[in-house]
């Protein structure tokens, strides 16, 4: 190891060393995105996932669409949406545990390649001008297994490339490339979708998983803590830890209410388009909508780690909220194409500044040697109940109308801000007690 000019910090090779001390005369304030950026295998391991998120992206928004104009249904859309990401909740806590046990850049490279083998294979079933709905379905959900075992160990080894003081610098990074790739990702996905169909674009994602692979072969990640627990113990570790520390349990309850109840928009976007706004899915107009909410959560999250990075999180959460709801209900009315692009570009932005103020005041205190299992809980709430309140919200589009549904999850994120007080008390050192 070689230990660098920060003296909380400890470095995994020379290069990381070198980086610091190269940075050290830089005018980064300590916790924003610049700062997080000079750190170099953070940076390779940032921009390999960027690109790889790009296909995710691609295949997200042309799976949705693809749905519905098979069906025409809301239903069907949840279903597939669910099949992708249900797995978040049933198999991030597992994801997370095996995070803190193994050996991370090998685990990371082995679901990789899982998921652009079945990419690959959904692709294949998509050349079928009918496809059969179950294979569908199941090869989408083969991916999202995949997707919900890796997305703890990636959420696990991204903080601990940077000092702790960069870590709401490097939050805030990562929320901006997994919404930079929602901005980039639908517009190629809906172009190829509407010229040559939906297999190209699910051939394209199975390709930008060597994104990854090429970079994890290029970097040496830091070894998890080591751990005490075994078995049953070390799958619960997170949830004691989360039990233990009242700010962590209201950042993750008031993740999984947040994604459950106000998020069915997302999930069913393409029905949304088609019904009240007059927006095919298969088209360029609808991959602009989805753009434009994408780059609109880059802009929220990139604003935590830069305009607002000095500004405090258990408020911006707060306030965040009610700015949510007040577009949500605005979109909810709208009846026109034109006006949805500026509304849903405001909405995606004050939805991310949410989510990562949220991450942020989770991450900040986290104890490395179980922040694998506590970000799996939180993978759990962000992506793992959206597809049930996806599933649920096509059920109550159809019975009951858009704009009902959309207007009781503004409500529900109103009813959130008197829970999510998220502020530390000073001076209070809580220390979990993980070993039972």
């Not at 597939?80 to 909740?89: G, K, M, N």
């Not at 707060?318 to 006006?339: D, E, M, N, S």
């Amino acid at each position: 190891m070689v230990t660098a000019t920060d003296p909380d910090r400890t470095y995994c090779c020379p290069e990381e060393a070198e980086d610091a001390y190269l940075g050290g005369g830089r005018s980064f304030a300590p916790g924003t995105a610049g700062s997080a950026l000079r750190h170099r295998t953070f940076r390779t391991v940032y921009f390999g996932a960027f690109a790889s998120n790009i296909g995710t992206w691609m295949q997200n928004v042309v799976l949705g669409a693809l749905a519905y104009d098979l069906t025409g249904s809301g239903v069907f859309v949840g279903v597939v949406i669910f099949a992708q990401l249900a797995p978040l909740l049933l198999l991030s806590m597992v994801g997370g545990m095996l995070a803190d046990a193994l050996d991370r850049k090998k685990l990371l490279i082995a679901l990789t390649l899982e998921q652009a083998a079945f990419s690959g294979l959904l692709a294949l079933v998509a050349t079928d001008s009918s496809p059969s709905k179950l294979l569908l379905v199941l090869v989408t959900l083969a991916i999202g297994a995949g997707n919900a075992l890796y997305a703890p160990t990636f959420s696990a080894v991204l903080p601990v490339l940077v000092p702790r003081a960069d870590l709401p610098g490097a939050i805030s990074l990562h929320s901006v490339q997994m919404n930079a790739s929602r901005v980039v990702g639908p517009a190629i996905g809906s172009f190829l979708y509407a010229s040559f169909g939906a297999s190209w674009v699910f051939l394209g994602n199975g390709l930008s998983y060597a994104a990854v692979i090429v970079v994890l072969l290029r970097v040496k990640l830091p070894a998890p803590p080591a751990s005490g627990t075994q078995g049953l113990h070390r799958l619960l570790e997170g949830v004691r830890y989360a039990r233990a520390d009242p700010v962590v349990a209201r950042c993750l309850v008031t993740i999984f209410a947040f994604s459950l109840l106000c998020l069915p928009f997302i999930t069913q976007m393409p029905k949304i388009a088609g019904d009240n706004l007059g927006i095919a899915p298969r088209s360029t107009a609808y991959g602009l909508l989805y753009a434009s909410f994408g780059l609109g959560a880059v802009v929220g999250a990139l604003s935590i780690g830069t305009v607002f990075a000095a500004s405090s999180k258990p408020r911006l959460t707060r306030v965040g909220l009610v700015a949510f709801a007040a577009f949500l209900t605005v979109y909810a009315l709208l009846r026109a194409a034109p006006p949805a692009y500026p509304v849903i570009f405001a909405l995606g932005a004050v939805y991310f500044a949410v989510i990562t103020s949220l991450s942020t005041v989770l991450q900040e205190d986290l104890d490395d040697a179980v922040r694998g299992k506590v970000m799996a809980l939180w993978i759990m709430g962000f992506g793992g109940t959206v597809p049930f309140g996806g599933l649920a919200g096509g059920v109550l589009m159809e019975q009951v109308g858009i704009t009902p549904v959309l207007i009781g999850s503004a409500l529900v994120a109103l009813a959130l801000i008197a829970y999510a007080d998220l502020r530390r008390p000073h001076a209070v050192g809580i220390s979990p007690a993980l070993a039972d």
